[in-house]
């Protein structure tokens, strides 16, 4: 029988990385279990933004949750560093959301509005063209301005997921790639995963395979309701840094590569592109930096986001087996250090707390029953 | 250009050139595109107006595509030159960038001849300027008569003697040629002998180069184990070790090879099956007798879909645009079986002598995986050997994770020239083949394209929603 | 630099880091700059090394240079045209928007 651990995580993406990294922190030996190179792999198609504006405005506890992520993502990113070296690139210049036209300004300040009145530490401020400009080099001029909030930032996806790895490898925990569960079953106080490399155990299993994550659920008596959703980016040649602020659907990378993405499609399972889309990203954004319209594409992709029927995320602890959890979202990175910091205290004493109650499955219940 | 074709054609090298001349010859409705703005590919590079006064420095086998090319210009198909073509997507919606602007077309039929590319040599210093490939040093030759005095060759493979045996037609001084084909290949090759003996005239041309350049006085060097290239800004000299002690020879240019390589990036992104070849230790495309790959409409010819040589590249053309035509209805079957069937056997005799070929010229493991961990592998992103090791360490399964991890791949130059280097340091890191690891994922733009005609772009009627 | 014997081309007459050069009609814009013994064409974005042609056919991206203010241009596969003005590319791609030296703040 292979040796027990504390705590099995599914999923080795940036929330089940980031969960494995706390647990592991938290004293618990924990085990990450991985699909492999080729799975639909969200992670490598996150924007990288560690984003607040534009969360939760209709759902006060989600603005809530993503606030206390984004005050405490510095945190992560120096305990990152300090463990590895690694720098995921994390910075907090602000953000900023370009409004084309009087109409997408007049709604932007409307929402604005509606999110502050719950949430107000949102500061955010309505910025007209010259003021933008002032903020974003190479702004069109033609622009009606946009929304700028300062609690807004960024980070590279990619070296985050390389440093929970790597951090979480220093802290003693251990990871299985190529290991993909096909089976769960749950044993009184501990929990068996099977995999074709061998079955492990743990007293605890916390479900965080994106699209995978429904499957798994079911078998520990949960249900976990999530769908896919294709979001296309195109990426640029190296370019001198010219946006130190990111924005909701551009951002410059440290590289200098500037990334144009936020997409939304249902396709299904199908990662392929789609150009009426790429025209459309490409149009906007030629309207909001025309000078960009000189540069190449010199790359594209689309990942599947992780979406909930409401596109909150869900924390969920099965009632039927006690220490089975599930953890999924579309915002990875931004929930990154709520997902490292504070779900695996949540995990270790057993219990997610009533600030997090509104993030669990039965809001579609409820949902339902009210329909 | 029009919004549909029935057949379409990426390459003008002797094999698109063949199928474009039979394709509209049957009456189809032909349009055939290059980035370059001459057609001859590479093999044929510049045949169009040939500059160079004698005859001789390039030799027969060049001229051969003339003929090709005339008969090309004579024919009716639409040939849209200085195009980069950007997608080929599986429904066959071909993106096609000239002159700023970005247009989209579809076709009933496309047939990818994207011909073939240098294998990489990742050595110490292979970065540096003054560094080319002799694939550079030939076209250098062919397009502009350009040719650098004292220059080494180095590596191995038949095109690598024959631009060194034109240099010599053309009294160009070379300072030095740098043999590394394993003295055991010989060996190893022997039992494809008999085949290669179809092909005797073509062994036997290339020993008369090899003679030629050694009796000339040339420094000629073979069995060389290892090799690396120095200099602080600029290429200064090449250092190779031979019997464990180490050499240096001081030069300003030097060309590589260690053969060539299907150009598959189109192909893979239009969803083309491709299989790593253990023998030829590259990927080639799984197509069935007619060129056809698993795609419905997608045919690829060529030494883009596997090395073959340009005769074989013709024939594979030939081939493709019959089966492309008889699929349309343009021609019957009896008609195309009457054109095909000697020409497949014609194939076949031509392709006898690869197997020789790929064994006797068969490059060592030390220049395709390089041991120096500072050597870089991935030339767009400066990532090197060392990092990569690293990486797989850390728990990299394939070169998607890997990319992921170092950014290897993520260049312009989407893994042409380390995909192959980085696969094999994979496999070998796992103790697994090639074939066990997942590929590169590649996606459209295959060649980069810029914003302003993404932006400008006209979206056919079919699929705006 | 050795020279064959060709037949006669006309000439044009190109800039390279505000020098002038004459180029052979047709021919690509590396191959004019090689024809003047000109092996780098460009530094790197990621640390500064020198680069120049290596493939001379489009596939390796490594003979990028700003023409006539474009900046990532392959000089392989850019034909000369009298008048023409190419620089040598330091770093990244430059298209006259960027951060001056006070303002990067990343």
Not at chain 2, 112 to 133: C, D, H, K, N, S
Not at chain 2, 221 to 228: A, T, Y
Request: hydrophobic share 40%; glycine share 10%; net charge neutral.
């Amino acid at each position: 029988m292979s040796p027990a651990y504390d705590a099995i995580v599914v999923g080795g993406g940036l929330v089940g990385s980031a969960l494995a990294f706390g647990l592991q922190r938290e004293g618990l030996s924990t085990l990450i279990l991985d699909e492999g190179d080729l799975a639909f792999r969200a992670t490598r198609g996150n924007f990288g933004l560690v984003w607040v504006q534009s969360k939760g405005i209709d759902y006060s506890p989600y603005a809530h949750w993503t606030w206390e992520s984004a005050e405490t993502w510095a945190s992560l990113s120096n305990l990152i560093s300090e463990i590895t070296g690694i720098d995921v690139g994390y910075r907090r210049p602000g953000g900023a959301e370009i409004c084309i036209d009087d109409k997408e300004f007049a709604a932007k300040r409307q929402k604005m509005e509606k999110l502050q009145s719950h949430s107000p530490h949102v500061k955010f401020e309505m910025l007209d063209q010259k003021s933008m400009a002032e903020l974003l080099p190479g702004l069109s001029p033609d622009v009606a301005g946009g929304c700028y909030f300062s609690g807004d930032g960024h980070a590279n996806p990619l070296n985050l997921l390389r440093g929970l790895h790597q951090s979480f490898k220093s802290m003693g925990g251990v990871i299985n790639s190529d290991a993909p569960v096909n089976d769960i079953v749950s044993q009184g106080s501990s929990f068996t995963a099977k995999t074709k490399k061998g079955q492990f155990h743990g007293a605890r299993i916390i479900l965080a395979a994106g699209l995978g994550t429904q499957n798994l659920a079911n078998k520990v008596g949960m249900d976990i309701p999530v769908h896919p959703d294709r979001g296309q980016i195109l990426v640029t040649e190296r370019l001198k840094p010219f946006l130190t602020i990111p924005l909701s659907k551009i951002r410059q990378t440290i590289e200098g590569s500037v990334q144009i993405g936020d997409s939304h499609e249902d396709a299904g399972l199908d990662v392929g592109m789609s150009t009426p889309i790429l025209n459309k990203m490409a149009i906007r954004a030629v309207q909001m930096f025309p000078h960009l319209g000189n540069t190449r594409i010199v790359r594209a992709w689309s990942a599947l986001r992780i979406m909930t029927p409401d596109g909150y995320p869900i924390y969920e602890q099965s009632e039927q087996h006690p220490g089975a959890f599930a953890a999924v979202c579309h915002s990875g990175v931004t929930l990154a250090a709520a997902h490292a910091l504070q779900v695996p205290k949540y995990i270790k004493e057993g219990t997610l707390p009533t600030s997090l109650a509104p993030l669990r499955t039965n809001r579609f219940k409820k949902e339902m029953a009210h329909a | 250009m029009k919004d549909h074709y029935d057949i379409a054609i990426i390459g003008t090298g002797p094999a698109g050139m063949a199928a474009a001349t039979v394709a509209s010859a049957h009456g189809a409705d032909v349009l055939i595109v290059d980035e370059q703005p001459e057609v001859g590919g590479q093999i044929y590079r510049g045949i169009t107006h040939q500059s160079i006064k004698d005859k001789t420095i390039l030799g027969d086998d060049y001229y051969k595509g003339q003929s090709l090319a005339d008969a090309f210009a004579a024919s009716n198909a639409d040939h849209v030159s200085g195009a980069t073509v950007w997608q080929v997507s599986p429904e066959r919606e071909i993106g096609i960038s000239k002159d700023g602007a970005a247009h989209l077309l579809t076709a009933d039929q496309v047939i990818i001849a994207t011909g073939a590319q240098e294998r990489p040599f990742p050595i110490p210093g292979w970065t540096l300027p003054g560094v080319m490939t002799a694939g550079s040093a030939q076209i250098l030759l062919k397009s502009s008569g350009i040719t650098f005095s004292n220059a080494v060759f180095a590596g191995t493979g038949p095109l690598l003697y024959l631009i060194a045996y034109q240099y010599l037609k053309a009294g160009v001084p070379i300072r030095a040629i740098l043999d590394t084909t394993p003295k055991s290949n010989r060996l190893k090759a022997l039992p494809h002998l008999p085949g290669a003996l179809y092909h005797l005239s073509s062994i036997m041309k290339g020993r008369k180069w090899i003679k030629a350049l050694k009796s000339s006085g040339t420094l000629f060097i073979e069995g060389i184990d290892n090799l690396k290239i120095t200099g602080k800004d600029s290429t200064e000299a090449i250092e190779y070790l031979l019997q464990n002690k180490w050499h240096r020879i001081e030069a300003s240019n030097v060309f590589l090879h260690q053969g060539v390589v299907p150009n598959v990036n189109l192909a893979m992104a239009s969803g083309c099956i491709h299989h790593w070849n253990e023998q030829k230790l590259c990927w080639h495309a799984s197509t069935d007798e007619w060129g056809s790959s698993n795609v419905p409409g997608i045919s690829i010819a060529g030494d883009g879909g596997g090395i073959g040589g340009a005769i074989a590249a013709e024939y594979q053309g030939r081939i493709t645009a019959y089966q492309a035509l008889y699929t349309t209805n343009k021609v019957k079957k009896q008609e195309r079986d009457i054109n095909v069937l000697p020409t497949q056997h014609a194939l076949t005799h031509e392709m006898r002598i690869r197997p020789f070929l790929d064994v006797m010229f068969r490059p060592a493991t030390q220049f395709r995986i390089p041991t120096d961990d500072a050597t870089i592998v991935c030339r767009c992103e400066e990532v090197t050997a060392g990092k990569i090791r690293e990486s797989i360490s850390l728990g990299c399964a394939g070169p998607n994770q890997l990319k992921g991890f170092t950014r290897c791949g993520m260049g312009p130059c989407q893994g042409r020239f380390c995909s192959l280097s980085v696969s094999e340091l994979i496999a070998k890191a796992q103790n697994v083949s090639v074939n066990e690891l997942e590929q590169l994922r590649l996606r459209p733009p295959v060649k980069p394209l810029m914003l302003a005609e993404l932006a400008n772009l006209t979206i056919l009627a079919s699929e705006d929603t | 630099m050795h020279e064959i014997e060709m037949k006669p081309s006309p000439k044009v007459s190109i800039e390279f880091d505000g020098q002038t050069l004459q180029a052979n009609e047709g021919e690509t814009v590396a191959a004019a700059l090689l024809r003047q013994t000109h092996l780098a064409f460009r530094t790197t974005p990621v640390t500064g090394k020198s680069r120049g042609p290596f493939c001379m056919m489009g596939v390796c991206f490594d003979c990028l240079v700003e023409i006539d203010g474009a900046p990532n241009k392959q000089a392989c596969m850019t034909y000369v045209e009298d008048g023409m003005r190419v620089k040598r590319q330091l770093g990244a791609g430059d298209t006259g928007v960027f951060l001056s030296d006070e303002e990067d703040t990343q």
